[in-house]
Nanobody, 123 residues
Framework: VQLQASGGGLVQAGGSLRLSCAAS????????MGWFRQAPGKERELVAA????????YYADSVKGRYTISRDNAKNTVYLQMNSLKPEDTAVYYC?????????????????WGQGTQVTVSS
């Protein structure tokens, strides 16, 4: 299983970015997906997750109302639309997937990881 994250970059506070994660190596539509982030000196945290069907989603309180996770099972891709970005959103963002159609809340429960994409929000 391979996950390829892309879409990171440098943006001013208040701006937007859309991250993408392309998956290969298994039936994408059968598995949940998640986006984590890790800022320097901090632990990796789950920011958003989506079930295999897209019918169930999760958002961390810190991003609720600003981020939207979605998936296109026909394209084997999950997205993270990030709006109203803040400097504290600066981090390396990772997509990940468990061996389950339902998402989990801790990184230990995710089996496959993308390489990470840097998001930097300037003030």
């Amino acid at each position: 299983v391979q996950l390829q994250a892309s879409g990171g970059g440098l943006v001013q506070a208040g701006g937007s970015l859309r991250l993408s994660c392309a998956a290969s190596g298994r039936t994408f539509s059968s598995y949940a997906m998640g986006w984590f982030r890790q800022a320097p000196g901090k632990e990796r945290e789950l920011v958003a997750a989506i079930s295999w069907s897209g019918m169930s989603t999760y958002y961390a309180d810190s991003v609720k109302g600003r981020y939207t996770i979605s998936r296109d099972n026909a394209k084997n891709t999950v997205y993270l639309q990030m709006n109203s970005l803040k400097p504290e959103d600066t981090a390396v963002y990772y997509c990940a997937s468990p061996e389950s159609g339902s998402y989990y809340y801790t990184q230990e429960q995710y089996d496959y990881w993308g390489q990470g994409t840097q998001v930097t929000v300037s003030s």
